[in-house]
Nanobody
Framework: QVQLVESGGGLVQAGGSLRLSCATS????????MAWFRRAPGKEREFVTA???????YYADYVKDRFIISRDNAKNTMYLQMNSLKPEDTAVYYC??????????????????WGQGTQVTVSS
């Protein structure tokens, strides 16, 4: 059974940084596109960033130039480096995996595998 486990969340002041990790098992990590989504209080889950198996990356406009997605196929782990954090980045962050999300990489229903989420809180 595919398992995704996020870690690295916490409380940080505005302008600070955090690095999230998503450890995966037991599937062929390199064959899967990976993504980060988030859900803020009272809002729907929204797309943050994704990385295809080709290495192509995509970012939502509200995190572009601040967040960086990366993956280490040897460690079966994905990362999200979050810089210049803002209070509006406060949310539960989820990692997700899919074989072929295609051009709909920003849609939650393209991802069959999800982690349990990690809380990120940015204070002003």
């Amino acid at each position: 059974q595919v398992q995704l486990v996020e870690s690295g969340g916490g409380l940080v002041q505005a302008g600070g940084s955090l690095r999230l990790s998503c450890a995966t098992s037991p599937f062929t990590f390199s064959n899967y596109a990976m993504a980060w989504f988030r859900r803020a209080p009272g809002k729907e889950r929204e797309f943050v960033t994704a990385m295809q198996t080709t290495g192509s990356t995509y970012y939502a406009d509200y995190v572009k130039d601040r967040f960086i997605i990366s993956r280490d196929n040897a460690k079966n782990t994905m990362y999200l480096q979050m810089n210049s954090l803002k209070p509006e980045d406060t949310a539960v962050y989820y990692c997700a995996a899919a074989r072929w999300p295609g051009n709909m990489y920003y849609q939650t229903n393209r991802y069959p595998y999800w982690g349990q989420g990690t809380q990120v809180t940015v204070s002003s």
